[in-house]
Structures are given as C-alpha cells and as structure tokens.
C-alpha cells in the first residue's frame, strides 16, 4: 500500500527531455570512434601485409630449397610423372612425403601466406568502413 | 517511446547480426530515461550531456558482453551510474554519503530526517512535481539515485543493487532511509 502510494507520488516526476540534437551527437560521437578504429586496424593491417607480402618469396624459396634438399620436391615430382604408381601406392606416398617434408620452412611460409590473406581481407573491410560508409546517423 | 524487455533483444541481435540502425533505435528508444536519470543525479545541463553520450558510446563499445535474456536498462543505467559516479567522484560532489557505513546508514542523515509521513493520497492531489524535485536535489546522491531507480524508472530492488554495485539489504535500508530523508525535507519545505 505505501509503496504504491510511493509510486503514485513519483509518478508525477515528468521525464526530463534531453537537448534536441543530442542523439545526433551520440550517434556522430560513435561514428568517429568507429571510423578512428577503422583507421587504425587499416594502419596495422597494412603494414602486416606489406611485411608478409614483401616475406613471402624468401620464405617459398627457403621451403622449396629444404623441400629439394630433403628430397620431398622429388616426391612430389613423381605425382606428375607417375601418378598410377602413386595411386597404387598412395599411403606410402604420403609417409615418404611427410617424413621427407621441411615441415619448419613449410609451416614458415604457410603463416606468412596465411598472415598476408587475412590481412588483405582486413584491409579490405577497413577502408570501406574508414572512409566511405557512414552507418550511425540520424534518418 | 520506451521499447520492452523483448524489443531491446531483439534490437540487440539485428545490431550484432550487421544491422547497425538497431543501435540507433536503442539509443533513441533509452535516450530520455538515461539522460533524466542523469540529469537529476549531477544536475547540470552540460556535464549530463557528457556523461549521457559517455555511457552510450561504452554501451556501444561493450554491446558484446551484454548476456542476452538479461534486461537492456538495467544494464544500459549500471553503465549511466558507473559514468556518472566517476564524474561526481572526480568533483568531490560525495562528502555526504562519506557518512555512510557499510550497512549503508547514515549517521549525518539520521539525525536530521524527520520521521513524519511521506504526503497522503489526499494531498497528492495538490502534488507539485518541482517541490518534489526541489526536495530531491537536496538529497544525497546514493539516496537520490536509488528512490529514482526504484519509483521513477520502476526497477526492483535487485536490478537496483546491481546498478548501484551494493548488496540487496543495503539497498533496502538506502531506500528506507532515503524515504526518511525525503519525508522530513518535505515537511520542512511544508508540502
């Protein structure tokens, strides 16, 4: 009963109304933090790819040269050449192959390739959110 | 208009599955709760702004960790307190809940609120919402807060103890003593 007479009594506090722009502002506010953001991810994501890019030849050759030199470019090589005997032999093959493998150098280059992939599709993301779209405004 | 329970959900999952005018309804749909809220807790016009725009923009930010099936409000004002607690913080504007102690009494408060009743319905009639708000301002702010909490933007007590980051049994003696306070400025202020 008394809390309902409470209720009553505060029931004719009127909701104070923000300024009229202020969701404008809000929204605008969030905008340039969502593009700063953008921006620096576009930064840190570029340089990452610029660095993976410019790492990715000497990486593929060091694991081409570890490849020849272990022998699992020949191997390889027979894929083309001899494929039915591959076939015949197919689990063999892939022992031989993955004991022959520079699996260090390998793993070496597939990370920089991998790294220079996502950030490429980062930056792709991030350019388009950094200065062209503008998503929280008022309509 | 104020959207349900049900409606921020939702509102919520379209914003996290791209659909970023989701956002701009929430804000739109808590802006005028959040920002009197605010406003009668700091009481200025500019530092509300401020601390309004503050609390969206980390909404924003945070909008992930929000636990889905959880109540929007009361985590959207946990966030509103939180900000404006640093703002009254950093202007020394709490001296008065310093006389608090960890049951959430008030020993300045209680020596000075007048036990009488809070305004009948008889008198209610005559209610003047600005003596009300006169009567507020004069209130400490942990008071302030939790009597708007509870009676203006209908919260229970334990959407109310999580805002505020206090025990349940706190919140209640608060509000008791809140009510107190209120009574006895409203006498004194002869409503």
Same mark, same amino acid.
């Given at each position: 009963?008394?809390?309902?007479?409470?209720?009553?009594?505060?029931?004719? $506090?009127?909701?104070?109304?923000?300024?009229?722009?202020?969701?404008?502002?809000?929204?605008?506010?969030i905008e340039r933090k969502r593009k700063r953001a953008a921006r620096i991810r576009l930064a840190v994501f570029s340089a990452v790819a610029v660095s993976s890019f410019a790492a990715l030849?000497?990486t593929?050759?060091?694991?081409?040269?570890?490849?020849?030199?272990?022998?699992? @470019?020949?191997?390889?090589?027979?894929?083309?050449?001899? @494929?039915?005997?591959?076939?015949?032999?197919?689990?063999?093959?892939?022992?031989?192959?993955?004991?022959?493998?520079?699996?260090?150098?390998? @793993?070496i280059? $597939?990370g920089t390739l991998f790294a220079l992939l996502t950030s490429l599709r980062v930056v792709a993301k991030n350019i388009h959110t950094a200065f062209l779209s503008?998503r929280?405004? $008022?309509? | %208009?104020?959207?349900?329970?049900?409606? #921020?959900? *939702?509102?919520?999952?379209?914003?996290?599955?791209?659909?970023?005018?989701?956002?701009?309804?929430?804000?739109?749909?808590?802006?005028?709760?959040?920002?009197?809220?605010?406003?009668?807790?700091?009481?200025?016009?500019?530092?509300?702004?401020?601390?309004? *725009?503050?609390?969206?923009?980390?909404?924003w930010k945070h909008?992930r960790?929000?636990?889905?099936?959880?109540?929007?409000?009361?985590?959207?004002?946990?966030?509103?307190?939180?900000?404006? &607690?640093?703002?009254?913080?950093?202007?020394? #504007?709490?001296?008065?809940?310093?006389?608090?102690?960890?049951?959430?009494?008030?020993?300045?408060?209680?020596?000075?609120?007048?036990?009488?009743? /809070?305004? #009948?319905?008889?008198? %209610?009639?005559?209610?003047?919402?600005?003596?009300?708000?006169?009567?507020? &301002? *004069?209130?400490?702010?942990?008071?302030?807060?939790?009597? /708007?909490?509870?009676?203006?933007?209908?919260?229970?007590? #334990?959407?109310?103890?999580?805002? &505020?980051?206090?025990?349940?049994?706190?919140?209640?003696? *608060?509000?008791?003593?809140? /009510?107190?306070? /209120?009574?006895?400025?409203?006498?004194? %202020?002869?409503?």
């Amino acid at each position: 009963m008394q809390e309902e007479l409470n209720e009553r009594f505060f029931a004719g $506090l009127p909701e104070i109304a923000p300024p009229a722009g202020l969701c404008g502002s809000i929204l605008a506010l969030i905008e340039r933090k969502r593009k700063r953001a953008a921006r620096i991810r576009l930064a840190v994501f570029s340089a990452v790819a610029v660095s993976s890019f410019a790492a990715l030849i000497p990486t593929f050759r060091g694991a081409w040269e570890e490849a020849s030199r272990s022998g699992a @470019s020949h191997y390889l090589s027979l894929l083309f050449s001899d @494929s039915s005997t591959v076939l015949l032999y197919w689990r063999e093959f892939i022992l031989t192959l993955a004991e022959s493998l520079p699996v260090f150098y390998a @793993s070496i280059f $597939l990370g920089t390739l991998f790294a220079l992939l996502t950030s490429l599709r980062v930056v792709a993301k991030n350019i388009h959110t950094a200065f062209l779209s503008t998503r929280y405004t $008022l309509r | %208009m104020e959207k349900s329970h049900d409606n #921020d959900d *939702q509102l919520i999952a379209e914003y996290l599955a791209g659909d970023e005018d989701a956002f701009t309804a929430l804000v739109k749909n808590h802006l005028t709760p959040v920002y009197s809220f605010v406003y009668r807790l700091v009481g200025d016009a500019r530092n509300t702004e401020d601390i309004t *725009q503050e609390t969206f923009l980390k909404a924003w930010k945070h909008i992930r960790r929000f636990r889905p099936g959880s109540n929007f409000k009361t985590w959207l004002f946990t966030i509103a307190h939180r900000t404006a &607690v640093d703002f009254l913080r950093k202007k020394k #504007d709490l001296v008065f809940s310093d006389f608090e102690n960890d049951k959430g009494e008030n020993a300045l408060l209680a020596t000075t609120a007048d036990s009488g009743p /809070l305004p #009948d319905e008889k008198s %209610m009639d005559a209610f003047d919402a600005a003596k009300l708000e006169e009567a507020l &301002v *004069q209130l400490p702010p942990l008071y302030r807060e939790v009597l /708007l909490l509870h009676y203006h933007n209908h919260l229970t007590f #334990d959407a109310v103890a999580g805002i &505020v980051g206090k025990p349940l049994n706190t919140v209640k003696s *608060q509000h008791r003593r809140a /009510l107190l306070a /209120l009574r006895g400025l409203l006498n004194h %202020m002869n409503f």
